[in-house]
């Protein structure tokens, strides 16, 4: 599943499409995504120029201004297997939506297991869907905000950072890799962190997450981004989808454990 990185590099890819304006957004085919689209909603895109694509956690927010001259918002979430491919080299009987841009560039929303979703409104709407979100990795007050939640209840660190409103972003990769860099077992109890544990869980984060954006993203379960490449970074992931493998800093075998429905893998001997 897309992660923030992988969100991320999409992002920066489609970011040629700014100052274009949509000449018409198609439905290619009746299923719904997790979200239909309302009547009218992909009219109100034609003629509308983008003005900028922001990220929040794994959420894609398009600005443009309509055609009208009011602004409006269109908000993308890629879902377990979504795609936003830019001038589609293939055509797929998963393509659900197209967008035709001026100069004749198309951009079209591929998804196979339809978790994603599209949609499109006031000005307002990404923030609005986004209201319950933790704080993004580079933000300062990150360690602050994830300690004050870690000491509520007896989850473990697992699924307090796989949890959107804790941390935003963040899924089973990079947390299985961050817990690797910070010698912390997934299995802790969250309210057990020390406050130092959480501020170098953050840098870990931060870390994993750059080196990430930088490989073009971890393409696991078929990832590409809008040039419809794939990413890199899963070549230098250090335990995850490697259980049975050597761990890389001491040679234990990497295990694979199941933490509320997802596969964590960890080194028995350096997270303690
Ligand atoms: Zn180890």
């Known amino acids: 599943m897309p992660e923030l990185a992988e969100v991320e590099v999409t992002r920066r890819q489609l970011l040629p499409l700014l100052g274009l304006t949509v000449a018409c957004a198609e439905k290619l085919s009746d299923k719904n995504l997790r979200l239909p689209l309302g009547k009218g ?3 109100r895109l034609s003629g509308a120029r983008l003005d900028a694509i922001d990220r929040r956690g794994k959420y894609l927010i398009w600005h443009f201004l309509g055609a009208d001259g009011v602004p409006l918002e ?3 979430h890629l879902g377990m297997s979504g795609k936003t491919l830019l001038d589609a080299a293939d055509a797929s009987p998963h393509d659900h939506l197209r967008w035709h841009w001026s100069q004749g560039a198309t951009l079209t929303y591929r998804d196979v297991r339809r978790f994603g979703f599209v949609a499109v409104g006031d000005v307002g709407l990404g923030t609005e869907m986004t209201a319950t979100m933790g704080p ?3 933000d300062e007050t990150w360690a ?5 939640k870690a000491k509520k209840g007896s989850r473990s660190v697992k699924a307090l950072l796989m949890d959107q409103s804790v941390a935003a972003g963040l ?9 690797f860099a910070t010698g912390i077992h997934p299995e802790t109890p969250a ?11 953050h840098e870990a984060v931060q870390g994993v997450l750059e080196r990430a954006i930088a490989a073009g993203g971890s393409s696991i379960q078929d990832f590409k981004a809008a040039h419809g490449s794939p990413g890199y970074f899963q070549l230098e992931l250090k335990v995850y989808g490697r259980a049975g493998e050597g761990c890389p800093a001491c040679g234990e075998e990497i295990r694979a ?3 509320q429905g997802r596969t964590t893998f960890f080194c028995a001997r350096c997270q303690r």
């Open 171 to 179: 899924g089973n990769i990079y947390v299985c890799e961050a817990l």
């Open 136 to 138: 993004e990795p580079w």
């Open 144 to 148: 602050a905000q994830v300690a004050a």
């Open 41 to 43: 909603d992909l009219g």
């Open 257 to 259: 454990i199941k933490q």
């Open 74 to 76: 269109m908000v993308v």
């Open 191 to 201: 309210y057990k962190l020390k406050n130092k544990q959480i501020e170098a869980l």
